[in-house]
Nanobody, 117 residues
Framework: VQLVESGGGLVQPGGSLRLSCAASGFTFSNYAMSWFRQAPGKERELVARITSAGGSTNYADSVKGRFTISRDNAKNTVYLQMNSLKPEDTAVYYC???????????WGQGTQVTVSS
């Protein structure tokens, strides 16, 4: 099983980034997918999640209206479009796979997002 995140980097406040997470080694379309983030000295927190077929999504209050999670089951990939980025969005972003809204069973290695002028 592999989850490989990409798309992180340095961006100015107000800017945008799109993260991708490519999955392999399991039946992607059977799993809900989530994005988490962890800032230095803080606990990992849920940012957004999407059901296996993509019909339902949830977001943390801190990112609602700015971030959009989506998935392409034909490409075994989940995305996180991040707009209007703020310095407090700076963190390592991880994708995770779970059966339903249960505990994450598979994790990616993370990608760094830094929002700074």
């Amino acid at each position: 099983v592999q989850l490989v995140e990409s798309g992180g980097g340095l961006v100015q406040p107000g800017g945008s980034l799109r993260l991708s997470c490519a999955a392999s080694g399991f039946t992607f379309s059977n799993y809900a997918m989530s994005w988490f983030r962890q800032a230095p000295g803080k606990e990992r927190e849920l940012v957004a999640r999407i059901t296996s077929a993509g019909g339902s999504t949830n977001y943390a209050d801190s990112v609602k209206g700015r971030f959009t999670i989506s998935r392409d089951n034909a490409k075994n990939t989940v995305y996180l479009q991040m707009n209007s980025l703020k310095p407090e969005d700076t963190a390592v972003y991880y994708c995770g796979a779970s059966r339903g809204w249960g505990a994450v069973g598979y994790w990616g290695q993370g990608t760094q997002v830094t929002v700074s002028s």
